[in-house]
Each structure stands twice: as structure tokens, then as C-alpha cells.
């Protein structure tokens, strides 16, 4: 079991009860292995090997009963590595077709270039596998609407990467917030600020050569054919994939931490989507060639409540000293949380009193073992596909605002922008033959 953090300064009446609960919630999210037997293998296959996907080969291997049989990546450096990472047990594949036609495999983590993951979770729902699919898990609003009702039709298990809902800490500051303990929240504030250098990451030019063994055309797959660009590939040993600031396959900063800030955001809410976006920004620092907005201003309307979603390059100063984080400002206090910690600071006059519980860092491999027991259990797991596809759609609809210079209204009931003239952005046609058939 997990050890729950220490609360010894919360003087809060309420503590006591809260940590009991947080006790609760916390065990349900721990494999146990007793479905299927202690002796049980689930086979595995990882599709998309780059700095992202070792890192959950990493997570994965550490748990029980799991058995990588197989590692898929068009990339030779990045496939032979991550075979090396099981010393040569699991078999190399260049082609992720290979992966779902086999039989065998259980689960597959789909940690590729996000205009990926659509294709191939629903591919994989089809071809009888549970699935791990890196965040945000779409780059269009009806490509995710369709995971959700793959995931649903094949009766699949489904966990998307927002890992940070397995961290203890985040366990219990969102549950802190959702039991009142910080009282009535009326705003939360969400951000991520750096200072880069302005040259970014450079203007190479467009028909460069190839690197050797990459297959461009499989590369950009559902994605409109463009000539080879090294930043659009974008695989950097010092960097994670500069793919993510190409409208074509990602959303840039927005959704890449957006979606985990804003994701605990909602957490805490219970999950509520926002009725309306207003979003501000543009490149405004970086000289390279990258397309997506460098600096972001994201206002959102929730039901009882408002939040902001704040990025810029240019400049790294922010409250407390920290880089990036969730806010939830409420009446009695104002809880802070971030992957290192929480901390609670009380209003003057607040019966709280200011508490700070550090991070056992224990989500990545939580979080698979969380998506592990829920295979067994049949259960959804913590970042079930739904979940995280509203926690993805509330990113999209700020770039969409961004880029179509208007405010977006989201009718949640209906699941749709209730614009007219806007409804365009929620879909893209993609590149034969990768079309979405559910």
C-alpha cells in the first residue's frame, strides 16, 4: 500500500476524515494481481519508442505480471534502444500492424506523435487489446470522440498518460478541494513559464535528407503529405520531440502541459467541462519555424467558477518560484500543487491552517499499475479514455479560439461547439488510407 503523506500542521476539523478518505481512495488505485492469478503474464507491446515511450517502457517494466513481447518504432535508433532496454527479450517491429494482428499481446502503449494515437487506439480497441495511450490523446475534437466510443463499442480498458492522477499528493490536494477543505472555489489559475532562447530550434530547411532507415510517408501517416523537415520529425537526444509545435500533429504548449495542469484543474472540479474559452497570444518570442503560439492567455468559463491557463518563452519569472502548476483559490485557503508537492496557504482569518505535504514522485509507475489491475478487473482506470478526452477537448478549444480569433461556447450536454461557423475546427480529413472507422 501506498503511505499516506503526513497532514500533521492541518489543524483542520475535517482532517481526520479526509485522510480516511484519502486512504480509501488511494487503495483502489493499487494493482493487486488477485483477478487473474499471481502467476498471470499480460503481454505487452509498445508502439513508439522515443523519449516519451521509454519512459513508460521504464514505468512498465517495473510492474508485476507484465511481459514486454514486443517494441515498435520506424526509427532504428530509437527501436534498437528500447529493445535493449529488455535486454533483448521483446522482438523489434517496424510496422505497428504487425503489433495488433498478433494475438497474443494483451496491451498496447501507443506512445507515438499524437496525430498518431487516434488510429491506433481504435485499431487496437478492434483488434481485442486494452490500451495506454499517451496524452493529449488527439489532435481534433471528433478524432477523440471516436476513441471514447471505440473504447466503449470493443469494450476496452483504456488509460490515457495524464499519469499525475495517480500521485498521491494529487490524490489528496483534489480531494481536499472537492471535500470543501479550502472552501468554495471561484477561481483556479494554471501555468507553465520558461526563458529559452529566442533561435528555438532553428529554421532547417524543408527536403532535407531523409534520415537513414526512417520512413517519412509512414512517419506522417493520417497527417497531410509534406516534404521532410528535421524539426517537424523533430528528434532531439536533449529534448522531447519538436513534432509538438506543428498544427499538423499536436497543439503546441496548450496541449502538451496544458492538458496536465488543466487536467488536475478539473480533477478537482469533478470532472465539469467549461461553457466558453476566450484565448489571446501568437508566436511572439521564437525566430525558428515552429507554428504553434509561444505565448498563451487562456480564460475559461466553468459552471460556478472561472480558470486561466497561462504560457510564455520570453520570460521564467512567476509567484512562489514556481514554473508551472495548479492553483485552486478558494474561500478559507489557496492550494497550490505541482509534481514536488502541495501547499495549502489560508485566507487571514481561515481556521486552516498552511500545511505542505511533499511527492513520494510515485506516479508514472502508479499508473500503470492502476491500467494494469483494470485490465484484470475490467474496471476504467483513473485516466479512463473519457476522461482525459475532456481534459484534451478543453485544450483544443482554446487553440481554436487562438486561431480563429473568436470566443468558443461548449454545449457539454451535446458535446459540441455551439458556434456554427466554428464547428469546422472540431474534425480534419485524414490521409488515406488512415481513415477513423469505429
Not at 124 to 149: F, L, N, R, S
Not at 188 to 212: F, Q, R, S, V
Not at 264 to 291: C, H
Not at 320 to 340: C, E, I, N, P, W
Request: proline share 5%; glycine share 8%.
Amino acid at each position: 500500500m501506498i503511505e499516506l503523506p503526513t497532514m500533521t500542521n492541518f489543524k483542520n476539523p475535517r482532517r481526520d476524515f479526509l485522510t480516511k478518505s484519502a486512504a480509501a481512495l488511494f487503495t483502489t488505485n493499487i494493482f493487486t494481481g488477485q483477478v487473474r492469478g499471481a502467476n498471470d503474464k499480460i503481454n505487452a507491446a509498445f508502439i513508439g519508442v522515443g523519449r516519451m515511450g521509454q519512459g513508460n517502457l521504464g514505468s512498465a517494466m517495473k510492474q508485476d505480471n507484465l511481459e514486454v513481447v514486443a517494441i515498435c518504432d520506424i526509427y532504428k535508433p530509437n527501436l534498437e534502444k528500447a529493445v535493449g532496454m529488455t535486454k533483448g527479450r521483446a522482438r523489434g517491429l517496424t510496422d505497428f500492424r504487425e503489433v495488433l494482428a498478433d494475438r497474443s499481446i494483451d496491451v498496447v502503449n501507443i506512445s507515438t506523435p499524437d496525430h498518431w494515437h487516434p488510429y491506433m487506439t481504435i485499431e487496437a480497441c478492434k483488434a481485442g487489446k486494452d490500451v495506454y495511450v499517451e496524452k493529449p490523446i488527439c489532435v481534433t475534437i471528433e478524432e477523440g470522440q471516436k476513441m471514447v466510443q471505440a473504447a466503449r463499442k470493443y469494450k476496452r480498458v483504456v488509460q490515457a498518460g495524464t499519469m499525475q492522477r495517480s500521485g498521491t499528493h494529487f490524490q489528496e490536494a483534489t480531494k481536499l478541494v472537492m471535500d470543501g477543505a479550502i472552501g468554495k472555489v471561484t477561481a483556479i489559475k494554471t501555468w507553465n513559464y520558461g526563458l529559452a532562447n529566442p533561435a528555438g530550434i532553428g529554421n532547417p530547411p524543408d527536403g532535407a535528407p531523409i534520415p537513414e532507415g526512417l520512413d517519412w510517408d509512414m512517419w506522417l501517416g493520417p497527417a497531410p503529405k509534406r516534404p521532410f523537415n528535421a524539426n517537424r520529425w523533430g528528434v532531439d537526444p536533449k529534448a522531447f520531440s519538436h513534432f509538438r509545435w506543428f498544427w499538423d500533429y499536436a497543439g503546441g504548449m496548450m496541449t502538451d502541459w496544458g492538458v496536465h495542469v488543466l487536467d488536475i484543474a478539473q480533477m478537482g472540479m469533478n470532472d465539469v467541462m467549461p461553457k466558453s474559452v476566450n484565448s489571446f497570444g501568437g508566436k511572439l518570442w521564437y525566430t525558428d519555424n515552429r507554428e504553434t503560439a509561444d505565448t498563451i492567455m487562456a480564460t475559461y468559463d466553468y459552471p460556478g467558477f472561472v480558470a486561466t491557463y497561462e504560457h510564455r518563452s520570453g520570460n521564467a519569472n512567476s509567484m512562489f518560484g514556481k514554473s508551472y502548476g495548479t492553483m485552486f483559490h478558494g474561500s478559507k485557503a489557496t492550494l497550490f500543487v505541482d509534481r514536488s508537492l502541495y501547499h495549502v496557504y489560508p485566507e487571514k482569518g481561515s481556521a486552516v491552517e498552511e500545511v505542505e505535504v511533499k511527492s513520494s514522485n510515485n506516479s508514472g509507475v502508479a499508473h500503470w499499475a492502476n491500467f494494469l489491475q483494470c485490465v484484470k478487473t475490467r474496471e476504467k482506470p483513473i485516466s479512463d479514455i473519457e476522461v482525459c478526452y475532456k481534459s484534451t477537448v478543453t485544450c483544443l478549444l482554446a487553440n481554436i479560439s487562438l486561431r480563429s480569433g473568436k470566443r468558443v461556447d461548449w454545449d457539454a450536454a451535446k458535446d459540441t461547439i455551439v458556434q456554427p461557423d466554428l464547428k469546422k475546427w472540431m474534425r480534419r480529413e485524414e490521409r488515406a488510407p488512415w481513415k477513423l472507422v469505429v
